[in-house]
């Protein structure tokens, strides 16, 4: 839905979102929050807010890993290619606010990219490493239908060419990325029960 120029609690199914992502903080011992999803969450937990930008920001965008000890990031090069497809951003000068957060990977061209909490219990990723090879192709022709003039997604035709199949250029980076966050932070983390969670959490914060 296009809810990203619209503040958070004027989306018509945020009361119901945040009870949502509280459950899930509660109950679920790590949640992945991607795009919009990420900045909402970011802005509930941590009153980070999201920036509007002059133009979206769409393509496919190198980024650079910060923190290559982390366990996302393992068997990673040092730089991954990930799309972004957004119209709002959130700032590294804003995250760097909350001690409790850190970031893992950023890009000089799309900004932020990866953030996660120090417990590793919230990952946050403004990109999209999910899409398949068309999902920017289908949304370029979509506004371009309704009229919208937008720009040409940046890296994704070859020769920016939107009459030539854009190159698949993330999947690798995308398949390890959700691997290692379904082995190292939810299989090998999660208490077998929630007894056990609700004991961990109060080891947590004393």
């Not at 957004?86 to 953030?115: K, M, Y």
């Amino acid at each position: 839905a296009p809810v990203e120029h619209l503040p958070f609690d004027q989306v018509d199914y945020w009361d119901e979102l945040v009870g949502i992502m509280t459950f899930a903080r509660e109950r679920v011992y790590s949640t992945l929050y991607l795009c919009w999803a990420a900045q909402a969450a970011l802005h509930h937990f941590y009153g980070v807010p999201k920036h509007v930008l002059p133009g979206k920001v769409s393509g496919i965008f190198c980024h650079e890993v910060l923190r290559p000890e982390c366990r996302l990031f393992r068997g990673f090069d040092d730089e991954f290619l990930a799309p972004h497809s957004r119209h709002t951003e959130v700032r590294t000068e804003d995250v760097l606010r909350h001690p409790e957060l850190r970031i893992l990977a950023e890009s000089a061209e799309a900004g932020l990219a990866v953030v996660e909490s120090r417990d590793q219990r919230q990952v946050f990723m403004t990109g999209h490493l999910e899409y398949d090879r068309g999902t920017l192709d289908a949304e370029y022709r979509r506004d371009l239908a309704r009229g919208d003039d937008p720009a040409i997604p940046r890296h994704y035709y070859p020769g920016d060419d939107p009459d030539v199949m854009p190159l698949m250029t993330w999947r690798a980076h995308a398949h390890l990325f959700y691997s290692n966050w379904l082995n190292y932070y939810v299989y090998q983390e999660t208490p077998f029960s929630l007894t056990a969670l609700a004991r961990d959490d109060g080891e947590r914060a004393s």
